[in-house]
């Protein structure tokens, strides 16, 4: 299995409470991701970075941010945490290789409540 | 911007039988690469099966199996000799040749019988 910690597992927190997750890789991939998933809609990407100090945001990326300071950590946060951010969040990492795309492989995700 | 539809929310299948799960989806890209991902309960994400938009060989992963269609635009998975351990959401994605953004599908959700 890739090697990716997602922490923590799981984080109650209250409305207007930054939030910030970790996603934590010992794979050396360069490239890694922030989904959430709710019910009816898949995943859907938050932010992405293709290396260090290089991120691009994704189809829901309001109210997000992201770093990445080193190859092996990408940081989410809310900044102020709101009810419709309530979601399981997932990390994915990957290595592309040159002529030939590698599939993502995914951390066991963050389930968050935010009441 | 790509759209991946799966319009079986839900699914069921006998033990030892076959299923089909259907995935359609949506761009104007010749260089594309398409996947299969089960997630359990457990919640985690597991790669299934891949293929690649350029080869017109169906790929196969022991039971599992694709129905390639590029110019129909569908990508379909077909799970040979269900078992128990097969119950799980399914999740189609595409991922274009030159990028590495991925678009999931909404999901299947498969039930095993036995």
């Known amino acids: 299995d890739a090697g990716i910690t997602q922490s923590p597992r799981h984080k109650v927190t209250e409305t207007g409470t930054p939030v910030t997750l970790r996603c934590h890789q010992t794979e050396n991939h360069r490239y890694m991701y922030w989904y959430r998933q709710d019910p009816g809609h898949g995943l859907r990407l938050i932010h992405y970075s293709y290396g260090v100090k290089d991120t691009d945001k994704g189809e829901v990326s309001d109210g997000y941010s992201v770093s990445r300071s080193k190859t092996e950590d990408f940081l989410l946060t809310l900044e102020s945490a709101t009810s419709s951010q309530t979601s399981v969040y997932f990390c994915?990492?990957?290595?592309?290789?040159?002529?030939?795309?590698?599939?993502?492989?995914f951390g066991d995700g963050t389930r968050l409540s935010i009441l | 911007a790509q759209t991946v539809t799966q319009s079986q929310p839900e699914m069921s299948v006998q033990e030892a039988e076959t299923v089909t799960l259907s995935c359609t989806y949506d761009t104007s890209e010749s260089d594309y690469y398409l996947f299969w991902y089960k997630q359990p309960p457990s919640r985690q994400m597991i790669l299934v099966i891949r293929q690649e938009a350029y080869k017109q060989q169906n790929a196969t992963e022991n039971r599992f199996s694709v129905n390639f269609q590029k110019a129909a635009k569908s990508f379909s998975l077909k799970i040979s000799d269900s078992q128990l351990g097969d119950a799980a959401m399914y999740f189609c994605a595409y991922i274009s040749g030159g990028y590495q953004k991925v678009t999931f599908g909404t999901g299947t959700k498969l039930q095993v019988i036995p």
């Open positions: 994915a990492i990957s290595e592309s290789m040159p002529g030939r795309h590698q599939p993502q492989h």
